[in-house]
């Protein structure tokens, strides 16, 4: 597993414990303000009843936060600044849908304002590999903060795809300086952060945040494949990037898996098994046993 973080130079930089504020200087961003700070409180209501005695302490409940539509892919961020977030994360992965190569997940803090609306921010997979390099850029320049996570092949047959995928999700959230005050995930809650998050559904599509870690942990994962090619030039891995296309059946069928490949997935569980199966004929020690498939679970039947 391996973390990248960084955070370009803030326009606002946060004061130091007990410094005196500058005039004119930004709030710490690193702590939700005091209004979000209120939802963790319980606040008591002294009214009394017919009877004359005090109600328990009732749970303070926050104003509804009410995004709006014509706030367009900034809207959820907007919202929750308005309820007192002053920085809202966004988490999303790239690699996950394909059988061979890492599963790279991305964070990214984008600041308020016009700097933080980048022009044509959109899900990564409607972009061309050329826009997505040239939003890149811009996001990595402009972020607040932005974390990588790269989970490899090996991690993910040992633990899982949706444990990886949850686990890189929130290793990258936590890598991220200053911490977020809250936090949007693509698709699946992350629990255990230590700060709110909430899970959207096609969060990359409706939310600027998460469309731009989609762009940034996209364009790393597809230049790892790249690089991955010049060692595996047999799979051809600069163009399908690792996922499943008949170029890459074809590859895997007469080639086996590499070391590249997740051994967990059926597909590759079958090539190596024909791959030893046809080794062993090679040799003349075949036996009847080898003529069977790889049993499958359930989920790999489904998927199947």
Not at 90 to 107: I, K, T
Not at 257 to 269: K, M, Q, T
Request: with cysteine; net charge positive.
């Amino acid at each position: 597993m391996v973390v990248v973080a960084a955070a370009p130079q803030a326009v606002n930089p946060t004061p130091q414990p007990g410094a005196p504020r500058q005039p004119g200087s930004g709030r710490d961003l690193s702590t939700p303000s005091l209004r979000a700070r209120n939802v963790r409180f319980v606040m008591t209501q002294s009214v009394r009843t017919r009877s004359g005695q005090r109600p328990a302490a009732l749970p303070f409940r926050p104003p509804r936060v009410v995004v709006r539509r014509e706030s367009g892919l900034w809207a959820y961020e907007t919202a929750l600044r308005r309820a007192g977030f002053p920085t809202i994360a966004g988490a999303d992965e790239a690699g996950r849908g394909a059988c061979a190569g890492p599963l790279v997940v991305a964070a990214c803090v984008l600041p308020p304002g016009r700097r933080g609306e980048i022009d044509g921010l959109a899900d990564s997979k409607l972009l061309t590999p050329a826009v997505r390099e040239q939003l890149y850029a811009q996001i990595v320049a402009r972020a607040a903060a932005w974390s990588i996570v790269v989970l490899p092949a090996a991690e993910i047959d040992r633990t899982g795809l949706h444990v990886a995928n949850v686990a890189g999700m929130r290793r990258a959230l936590a890598a991220l300086s200053p911490r977020p005050a809250y936090a949007l995930t693509d698709g699946f809650p992350v629990p255990g952060l230590g700060f709110p998050t909430t899970a959207v559904w096609k969060g990359d599509a409706v939310v600027a945040c998460i469309a731009a870690a989609s762009i940034v942990a996209k364009v790393t994962r597809d230049r790892m494949m790249v690089e991955m090619h010049a060692q595996f030039p047999h799979y051809d891995f600069d163009r399908h990037k690792g996922y499943v296309t008949p170029e890459h059946a074809e590859a895997l069928h007469a080639h086996g898996p590499c070391v590249e490949h997740r051994a967990s997935y059926i597909n590759v569980r079958r090539a190596a098994a024909l791959q030893q199966f046809g080794a062993m004929l090679d040799n003349g020690s075949a036996g009847p046993s080898l003529t069977r498939e790889p049993s499958l679970t359930r989920s790999e039947q489904e998927i199947a």
